[in-house]
């Protein structure tokens, strides 16, 4: 545990002062100079807007951030050659991946955070305390997990692709996992061998969608499952619209899913890694 928490650090150092400082002014001036143009041409919905205008920034700033991080979060190591110096000391390989994944999600966890807490500051100033409300923390919640299982399937491309190469099947993931509804749909169209390939597929990439908050109300609570909800989602429309059901129990469920799906790609990314040769 030592050991992992040791690369974890290392990994948080290296990418704290280039990443998080420049990615958090970027969005803080971006967040603020649209809350004032939405201010101004919105009428009794300022607070909506922000809103929507902020997770949609914290989403896409997170997503950029973890993919451009995990797909060089190996091979750096390997271009730079400092894997050689690393590697025959006593810690295991899987042990340098997963060490190398929590410092990147704990540098990830704190740039969502910063972002909500800038997102949460502006809609203060724009609408008053009323303005904060339990549905932000929710919404942030299920844009972590989107960053994490993001990460990992980064982590899985960069553990024998280029960077080049994994930024794109990593990117390629998250659109598909976005619209997953769309592509189940879409294969419930299509039938015969192009419908099983589509299906095949929505079965094996993450579903993203599941933590995809709009900026309607989320703040309620849903007494089905983690799988009614993504019926409920089938028509590719966000799941807090279908009648705010976003609560603790899909929360909860949610979590279990992203963890899980993380440990299994982590997994084969630590297998690809431990068979990989580096001379």
């Known amino acids: 545990m030592r050991r992992i928490l040791a690369v974890a650090r290392n990994t948080f150092r290296e990418g704290a002062c280039s990443c998080v400082l420049y990615s958090l002014l970027f969005f803080a001036l971006a967040l603020i100079v649209s809350a004032l143009a939405l201010g ?38 390997l271009a730079l050659k400092t894997v050689y110096a690393i590697l025959p000391k006593p810690i295991a390989r899987w042990e340098f991946v997963l060490g190398k994944w929590l410092g990147m999600m704990a540098l990830l966890g704190l740039l969502l955070a910063a972002m909500g807490a800038t997102l949460a500051a502006t809609m203060l100033v724009q609408g008053g305390r009323e303005a904060i409300d339990g549905a932000l923390p929710k919404a942030l919640w299920l844009l ?22 994994s930024g794109i099947f990593a990117l390629g993931v998250f659109v598909v996992g976005r619209t997953i509804p769309d592509v189940r ?16 597929a929505c079965a094996v990439l993450p579903n ?14 849903f007494g089905g499952s983690l799988a009614g ?18 609560g603790a129990r899909y929360l909860g469920l949610a979590t279990g899913y992203a963890l899980g799906y993380s440990a299994l790609v982590l997994g084969l990314a ?7 040769d580096f001379v």
């Open 40 to 77: 101004q041409l919105s009428v009794h919905e300022e607070r909506r807007m922000i809103r929507d205008v902020g997770l949609f920034g914290v989403d896409l700033f997170g997503v950029l951030v973890a993919v451009f991080i995990g797909v060089n979060l190996l091979y750096k190591e």
């Open 144 to 165: 972590l997990l989107n960053v994490t299982v993001v990460t990992s399937v980064a982590t899985l491309f960069s553990a024998f692709s280029s960077p080049f190469l």
């Open 185 to 200: 749909a879409l294969a419930e169209r299509a039938g015969g061998l192009p419908g099983r390939a589509l299906a095949a």
């Open 208 to 221: 993203l969608h599941l933590f995809y908050p709009s900026g309607a109300v989320i703040g309620g609570d």
């Open 229 to 246: 909800a993504v019926t409920a989602s089938s028509a590719a429309v966000p799941v807090s619209v279908h009648g705010a059901f976003v």
């Open 270 to 276: 630590m297998l690809i890694f431990r068979r990989r």
